[in-house]
């Protein structure tokens, strides 16, 4: 478990692996994907669907497609002729443990 940079720094290795996700989602069609997924009905969404409402070409949504999977960001299945995508939870949760200030205790000087 990554802890909130607000806790204790993060690892050397911690670090690494955040980078990854994080670089993937600095993209913006790369977050407007893993958000169409995210949203979609039964948390999961198909190749067919996310290319809808996106102005690229289907080779390219599936490049970036291919980065959210790499970085942990998103999963994926075959069913038939059509690839399913779904968040990755335990992806998203670490990068909500890194950026949550709820734990920041401030001082008044």
């Known amino acids: 478990m990554i802890a909130p940079l607000a806790r204790e720094p993060l690892s050397a290795e911690a670090a690494a692996e955040l980078a990854v996700k994080l670089k993937a989602l ?6 407007r994907l893993l958000s169409v997924v995210a949203s979609h009905a039964g948390g999961e969404a198909c190749v067919c669907d996310l290319s809808a409402g996106i102005d690229l070409t289907q080779p ?25 995508y779904r968040v990755v939870a335990d992806a998203l ?17």
């Open 26 to 31: 600095s993209d913006p069609v790369r977050l």
């Open 60 to 84: 390219t949504i599936s490049h970036h497609l291919k980065i959210l999977r790499t970085a942990g960001l998103l999963d994926s299945q075959r069913r038939g002729s059509w690839v399913y």
């Open 93 to 109: 949760q670490q990068l909500s443990l890194l950026l949550d200030t709820n734990t920041v205790l401030t001082s008044s000087s």
